[in-house]
């Protein structure tokens, strides 16, 4: 299909619009079923490029973007599945369907690995709101006009902030506390601004955000990311959208500053980098002198496949991507469902790593971003004649422990790092072993890291 046969204008579709897409009629009526039972509870928002070009609709429900769009019922027990399906489609009763919307949205963990207890900072005695830091040299900030996507994926742990949870929403109203923040902690390298999708953003709400950190008492800032899943759902941001030009004039901008603009490309599939116009987006972003690179989780029933992540690392290469990180889905959601053992994992990683070149083994992973840092499965080797999981940071709260090898116990079950034991007899983890050093990155801050 030719760029000019694309939809080019948004169109956003959701739970009370999707019966007028043209798609919902391929949909068996147990699935169209599913959809209106479970999307009370997980949100989904889709647009007619990813209905269109994504989903192959003879694969359906199997189909990997499918699965990555719309809810299924196996993401809910059978019983809770049974009660909110009488709740939505029995005697309308308001009430006690938002109640028991609630209740099964706060047991999914909406913000897990002690993201708003522990990160958000505070300075000169008040909470940075939208502002997270965790990790020494990188600063993560949420713009709050950027806190929605072009479309959401299931195994989303940031739905919260999309329903009007307000209390478990981040906002930032202005990047003037961020830049405060900044010129206070000399030892910030990067911005990361995060969402939602911040490409979300017009390119003048975005400038707003981005042109305050180019100032030269910001010259410790070298690099400024954005984490984006536009390059996959709707490419079209950075090619055909109105506004498309200035965006890359904005990226140009950074890094005629002497800066690192990373676009942070959130790809789950191979799929979301097949169309022309997909392909297209990545090339005019790095005609821009920014960078573009490629991380997402894995997730059971959309990207089991080693085969797709050859397919999009190699693909996303030849195009001058880096892959960067492959996740493990993390411990919210409808995690049950997307799940897979780590040591499946570690097998995924590993058969498509080793059918890459060099450019390719950039990829880091599998890797949990879990409470005291990113844990990255290194192997799982016999040692001793004890089978155990291989572990090191790439990324902790205590940097000391960044790139030391620790062992766990093998369990072919386990998911999550909270489910590991030591292995060789010990106790404790490294990172168990004493309270967190928690650093003061600048005098004036009391920051809980
Ligand atoms: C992953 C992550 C970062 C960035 O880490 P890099 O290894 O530099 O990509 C920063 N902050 C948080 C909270 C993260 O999870
Ligand atoms: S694009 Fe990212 S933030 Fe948006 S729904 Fe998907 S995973 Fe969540």
Redesign the pocket.
């Known amino acids: 299909m030719s760029l000019a046969d694309l939809p080019t204008k948004f169109q956003a579709y959701t739970r009370t619009s999707i019966r007028s897409a043209r798609q919902w009629d391929w949909m068996a009526p147990e699935l169209q079923e599913a959809v209106t039972v479970l999307s009370t509870v997980l949100p989904f928002r889709t647009n007619a490029y990813v209905l269109d070009q994504l989903i192959d609709w003879n694969r359906v429900p199997d189909d990997p973007i499918w699965r990555l769009v719309f809810p299924h019922r196996d993401m809910l027990p059978p019983e809770d599945y049974a009660r909110l399906k009488q709740l939505v489609l029995g005697q309308p009763d308001p009430d006690r369907l938002a109640t028991y919307v609630t209740a099964l949205r706060l047991r999914m963990n909406p913000h897990p690995a002690g993201q708003m207890t522990h990160n958000v900072p505070s300075f000169e005695g008040a909470q940075l709101r939208g502002i997270q830091h965790k990790y020494r040299e990188t600063v993560l900030f949420f713009p709050g006009a950027g806190q929605t ?5 299931t ?5 919260p902030q ?1 329903v009007g949870m307000d209390d478990y929403k981040f906002d930032a109203r202005a990047s003037h506390e961020l830049v405060a923040y900044l010129r206070a902690h000399p030892h910030v390298s990067d911005v990361l601004i995060t ?3 911040p490409m979300i953003m017009n390119a003048r709400a975005l400038a707003a955000v981005i042109e305050p950190l180019l100032v030269p008492e910001l010259g410790h800032v070298q690099n400024i990311r954005i984490g984006t ?1 536009s390059l996959a ?1 709707w490419p079209q941001r950075f090619v055909t959208d109105r506004d498309a030009d200035e965006v890359l004039q904005l990226f140009e901008k950074v890094v005629a500053s002497g800066r690192q603009l990373a676009i942070m490309g ?1 790809y789950s599939h191979a799929a979301e980098l097949r169309p022309a116009v997909a392909q297209r987006a990545v090339r005019r972003i790095l005609g821009t002198g920014a960078t573009v690179r490629m991380q997402a989780p894995l997730i059971r029933h959309v990207n089991e496949d080693p085969a797709s992540w050859v397919e999009l690392w190699t693909t996303g290469v030849r195009l001058g991507a880096i892959p960067y990180y492959m996740f493990v889905e993390r411990d919210t959601g409808p995690r049950e469902y997307f799940a897979l053992p780590l040591a499946r994992a570690y097998e995924v990683f590993s058969e498509a790593y080793r059918q890459v070149s060099g450019l390719a083994r950039t990829v880091r992973g599998p890797s949990m971003s879990a409470f005291p840092g990113k844990v990255l499965i290194d192997g799982l080797p016999t040692i001793g004649g004890e089978k155990v999981f291989a572990l090191q940071f790439l990324q902790a709260r205590d940097a000391s422990l960044v790139r030391q090898p620790f062992y766990a116990r093998f369990d072919p079950q386990a998911t999550w790092l909270d489910q590991l034991k030591p292995a060789f007899g010990a106790e404790r983890f490294p990172f168990e072993l004493a309270a967190p050093r928690i650093v003061p990155l600048h005098p004036t801050s009391a920051l809980a890291a």
């Open positions: 996507c072009h479309a959401y994926c195994f989303c742990f940031r739905w999309f969402g939602g999708d899943k759902y959130h």
